[in-house]
Structures are given as C-alpha cells and as structure tokens.
T-cell receptor, first 115, second 113 residues
Framework: KQEVTQIPAALSVPEGENLVLNCSFT??????LQWFRQDPGKGLTSLLL?????REQTSGRLNASLDKSSGRSTLYIAASQPGDSATYLC??????????????FGKGTKLSVIP | KAGVTQTPRYLIKTRGQQVTLSCSPI?????VSWYQQTPGQGLQFLFE???????NKGNFPGRFSGRQFSNSRSEMNVSTLELGDSALYLC????????????FGPGTRLTVL
C-alpha cells in the first residue's frame, strides 16, 4: 500500500529565507501529486498539482518538482513571509495496488516563518 | 465561483447517537470525496462519490456511510457514534477524472462526548 512521508515534521525559518519541503512516496504508480496548505482548524488549500508526466509546476513564489522514479517531490518556497506559516501536506493518487485512486496524504510539515 | 461548502461547521454529539454531515461541491464538479482528519492518524480517505454512485471506499467500518444526490451535493452519515469518531471531517470536490485538482471545504468539527 502507498505510504507518504514528509520530513521534517516541523520547520522554523526567519522571514525572507528560501526553503524546501520534502515529500517521499513508496510506489511510483501514481496519477499525480498535489501539495496543500492547511491553516489551524481550517480546510486544505490546493497549492500545486503535478501530473505524473510532468517534472515541475510553478505558482508565484512556489515551485514543486516531481521525481517519480525515486518517489520524491519537493516544494520550494522563495522569500518566505510570516503569512506562509501553516502546515504543508503532500498527497499522491495511486492507480494500482491497495488504496488505488484514493488520495493518500503525508502527515505534513508545520512551517513557522519568524518575522 | 463559490467554493466547497460544508454544514454544519461544528457539532457536539454523545456516544451512541448518529450524525449527518452535508457537503455542497463547486458548481460543475461531479466527484465528491470525504476524509477524516485526526491528530494521530492524519488525513484518511473515507469514500468518493461520482454521479450518485460510490466509486471508491476507504478502510472504515460500516457505521460510516454516504450518498450523493443528482445535484452532486453529498451527505455523510455516522451511526452509533464512538469517542474515537471525534475529528475534522473534510469534503473535497473535483471536476471528473482522477487527474483533476481536489478542492477542499472548511470541514465539520465533530466532537463526541
């Protein structure tokens, strides 16, 4: 069954720093990978969706990459701001094996950007 | 375009009761999925409905059920509530295919006493 891991569980950085969040998954048979942010007690906001045939996606200060063969994705945040403080979750949608077609989530990385 | 809406936002129930949660997807979206989020287990998939049919189901007991109406609105029902059912229940909608972006609602916070 697909497993998604996000390391570190928490990260604290000073404002203005560029940072990278990591996501790894165990099975490369995926439709796509999606990054979300979640503010405390709130729902998830979709940030970027990378299809399995793509290598990266960009939106503003965010850039996500996907290396399906190694089971890894990174989310790069440029010039971090206090408003970026949130929990970042990655999720994959597998197309084979147990849990097929179900969006499978990591436990998230809690980011704190210090002013 | 309005986002995904969920009602109610907060619920307090006692053990043994049942509860119904509602989700209205983004206009034009035909797929609705439900997730349970707890501090210990994280986000777990409950089920997905597409055109009024359950297309996929997660590993939850039969006390958890759902349905989808012809206007794509969906309801989730939990019977015989247990303390461990306390969680944030999230609904997500997408256009159609598994390759589409999932958009989440704000969630319903269920507390079981």
């Amino acid at each position: 069954k697909q497993e998604v891991t996000q390391i570190p569980a928490a990260l604290s950085v000073p404002e203005g720093e560029n940072l990278v969040l990591n996501c790894s998954f165990t099975d490369s048979a995926i439709y796509n990978l999606q990054w979300f942010r979640q503010d405390p007690g709130k729902g998830l906001t979709s940030l970027l969706l990378i299809q399995s045939s793509q290598r990266e996606q960009t939106s503003g200060r965010l850039n996500a990459s996907l290396d399906k063969s190694s089971g890894r994705s990174t989310l790069y945040i440029a010039a971090s701001q206090p408003g970026d403080s949130a929990t970042y979750l990655c999720a994959v949608r597998p197309y084979s094996g147990a849990g097929s077609y179900q969006l499978t989530f990591g436990k998230g990385t809690k980011l704190s950007v210090i002013p | 375009k309005a986002g995904v809406t969920q009602t109610p936002r907060y619920l307090i129930k006692t053990r043994g009761q049942q509860v119904t949660l509602s989700c209205s997807p983004i206009s034009g979206h035909r797929s609705v999925s439900w997730y349970q989020q707890t501090p210990g287990q994280g986000l777990q998939f409950l089920f997905e409905y597409f055109s009024e049919t359950q297309r996929n189901k997660g590993n939850f007991p039969g006390r958890f059920s759902g349905r989808q109406f012809s206007n794509s609105r969906s309801e989730m029902n939990v019977s015989t509530l247990e303390l461990g059912d306390s969680a944030l229940y999230l609904c997500a909608s997408s256009l159609d295919a598994y390759t589409d972006t999932q958009y989440f609602g704000p969630g319903t916070r269920l507390t079981v006493l």
